[in-house]
């Protein structure tokens, strides 16, 4: 269960406001391969403080920023950490709720933009 009052690790909130601001610069990744590894290692570095970090005022906005532009491999692997009995926790939290809303956003233009049978199949899974 996601243990809305655990605070996630500053330096790990730090590495992904950092990586997100590479996104939107000169000295970030050109190309749309290149940003999509870089959100696809800050989102895995989270892997195990995903709740801490959707929950936490910092980290919740950096994580919308990823999540919009993450892959549908990373989406799924951030639906299957937050799901199950940590998606109620998820979402009554103040800033969760905005990560689990734009995580199922994310997914949906995924499912729109690219509606593979691997894709919905891995999706039906989680």
């Known amino acids: 269960m996601t243990n809305r009052h655990a605070r996630p690790d500053a330096d790990l909130v730090q590495y992904l406001q950092e990586a997100y601001s590479l996104l939107g610069s000169e ?4 190309d749309e391969e290149a940003c999509a590894l870089l959100v696809g ?7 195990g403080q995903l709740g801490p970090v959707a929950c936490s005022p910092k980290g919740s906005r950096v994580l919308q920023g990823l999540l919009k ?4 491999d990373v ?6 950490a937050l799901g199950g009995s940590q998606f109620v926790p998820l979402c009554c939290n103040a800033f969760g709720s905005h990560v689990a809303e734009t995580l199922l956003e994310s997914l949906m233009t995924q499912l729109k933009s690219n509606p593979s049978a691997e894709f919905l199949t891995e999706l039906e899974e989680i």
């Open 41 to 47: 290692n800050a989102l895995s570095e989270v892997e």
């Open 69 to 72: 532009v993450a892959s549908g």
């Open 75 to 80: 989406l799924l692997s951030c639906l299957e």
């Open 27 to 30: 000295d970030g990744p050109q």
